[in-house]
């Protein structure tokens, strides 16, 4: 695969290496172009009618299942809309509807804080004496047993981006009883996945990092066939009715997946991940996730040698490890506002995490040796030593 074509494919500020598309992806260039024509042909030429005409309702479905095919879920297996943190909820409280008689959500301290504060709220809602307990990620296997409901997890960790065997934690689960959530924020379009494979019950994920559909685009949640039909949404918004437009006072859910719609999608959010998805739909998985592991390794050599003060905070494994690679460093917020201003984009989780996220549809080797030579300079000479640095920001 020729990644400089996907690349040519990408606005990329001029002198800019972006290392950070693990949390927000950049701009396909024909993005700009097509929200333009939906405000301009569609919301401001079609007016109302454009939900019909110009397909705004059934770019939900149609999108997802283009996403689908990144991470092996089934046409109509999956919808788009909210946020993830909204997603997650949907996910959980379905599952523990479907495992009455069982208290427990088991996640661990890797995971994303809201997936775990969404299912604190939600134990808190239902005051039925569920409880989430939190594991150390290497202590999941051993504490999955016939009390557990759900098994909650983000595949890649966002800390350090560490993979969780989906397929064996999943069988475990199944094993017990139990079903299996698993959040792919840092898996889709970063690692192979196949979630039917795996036999995971749900998946949830976003769009805004490695998907590129920009600042809050819209999340992604799969239901595996044989449960979708049975499920009662906990979230039941007028567009999950089985008839919306029939405007009945009595909630009927959708057919399938379209019951996990909520409320109104994000048309002009989804016009930007349709030009986006005109990019991933040229590529194969298996080539990116290739290419993210050569340029990973590359930068981890590089920066082992030349920055002796920064420790790998990743798995040194390449098959363990998502597509960022994390050095700890005890002042590594100042040391990533250091960088930003030279050019390097990565950025900082705290404590003390340094995060840079590999992603071949736009970064190749040169930008990799350039931005290890930049580090490497602002490490020797002590760069991020300043107030300036220092001071947090409102984002990290
Ligand atoms: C793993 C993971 N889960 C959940 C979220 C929350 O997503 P949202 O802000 O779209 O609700 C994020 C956000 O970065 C994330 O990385």
Partial sequence: MDFSQTKAMFHLPEGMIYLDGNSLGPLPKAAAARVQS?????????LITGWNKAGWMDQTTQLADRIGRLIGAPAGTMVLGDTLSIKVYQALASSLEMRPGRKVILSD???FPSDLYMAGGLVGSLKQGHVLKVVAPEDVAENINEDVAVLMLTEVGYGTGRIHDMAAL?????????????DLAHSAGAIEVDVTAAGADFAVGCTYKYLNSGPGGPAFIYVAPQHVDGLRPALSGWLGHAAPFAFDQDYQPGIGI?????GTPPVLQLASLGASLDIWDQVKMADVRARSIELSELFIELVEKSCPSLTLASPRDPRAR??????????????IQAL???GVIGDFR?????RFGFTPLYIDEGDVRCAAEILAEIMATDAWDTEAFRTMAKVT
């Fill in 350 to 354: 705290a404590p003390d995490v340094m």
């Fill in 109 to 111: 301290s890797g995971n």
């Fill in 340 to 342: 930003i201003s030279r």
């Fill in 322 to 335: 998502g597509s960022q690679v994390c050095f700890r460093f005890g002042q590594g917020y100042a040391a």
């Fill in 170 to 182: 999943t069988s475990l689960a199944h094993g017990a009883g139990a079903l299996a959530v698993w």
């Fill in 38 to 46: 939906t405000i301009q042909d569609e919301w401001g030429e079609m």
């Fill in 258 to 262: 379209q019951r996990m719609r909520v």
